[in-house]
Structures are given as structure tokens and as C-alpha cells.
């Protein structure tokens, strides 16, 4: 079972950043590499949304709304992804998660990020 654990979210005014983290602390890289993997968020009365996803070949593919503000990076040797968000807005506020592209369980915990205008 891939258990993902999603860290770095917080409070910030609109215009700055954040650096979103996502470990497989019990991965092992023969696990972890092949993965095909993604952020999502989930805001107050909306649903889950795909925003960014990283392939195992590295390749990456955003929604609209974070395309040149957002960037979704992987490191195999830490087991983790990341996504660095720029210029963020209060539109931006959500739980962000991340899971397996193309699962709809093993939700995990997520991390708040929050926007102030």
C-alpha cells in the first residue's frame, strides 16, 4: 500500500509563495519511481480537483488556473514530489493533497493553504 504523507501548507498573502511536499515515507525507489503521481485540492464546498501531475518519465501537465504559477517536481532519491506555488491567489485557497494519478482512495491527510487577499 502507497501511503503518501502531504506537508507545507500555510498562511499567506496573496502574491507570495509556498513549497508543498509530499513523501512515501515507506516506499521503496522500485515502488516509488514508477508512480505516476499528482497534487490535488479540494476547496470549501467544491470538489476535488486534478491541478498538477508528474509521470514517472518526469513529464508534467497543469490546469489552467496554475499554468505558469505553479511547478510540480519530483526527487526519486527522497521519495517525494513536490509543487512550488507562485503568485498565489485567494482562489488558491484549499486542502492540497497528492495520490497515484487516476486513484480515487487512499486520500491522504492533505495540507492547508490559505490566501489571503
Known amino acids: 500500500q502507497v501511503r503518501l504523507v502531504e506537508s507545507g501548507g500555510g498562511l499567506v498573502q496573496a502574491g507570495g509563495s509556498l513549497k508543498l511536499s509530499c513523501k512515501c515515507p515507506r516506499c521503496i525507489t522500485s515502488v516509488f519511481n514508477p508512480l505516476d503521481l499528482g497534487w490535488y485540492r479540494q476547496a470549501p464546498g467544491n470538489q476535488r480537483e486534478l491541478v498538477a501531475l508528474i509521470t514517472s518519465a518526469r513529464t508534467t501537465n497543469y490546469d489552467d488556473s496554475v499554468k505558469g504559477r505553479f511547478t510540480i517536481s519530483r526527487d526519486n532519491s527522497r521519495k517525494t514530489i513536490y509543487l512550488q506555488m507562485n503568485s498565489l491567489e485567494p482562489d488558491d485557497t484549499a486542502v492540497y493533497y497528492c495520490?497515484?494519478?487516476?486513484?480515487?482512495?487512499?486520500w491522504g491527510q492533505g495540507t492547508q493553504v490559505t490566501v489571503s487577499s
Open positions: 495520490n497515484q494519478v487516476g486513484r480515487d482512495d487512499n
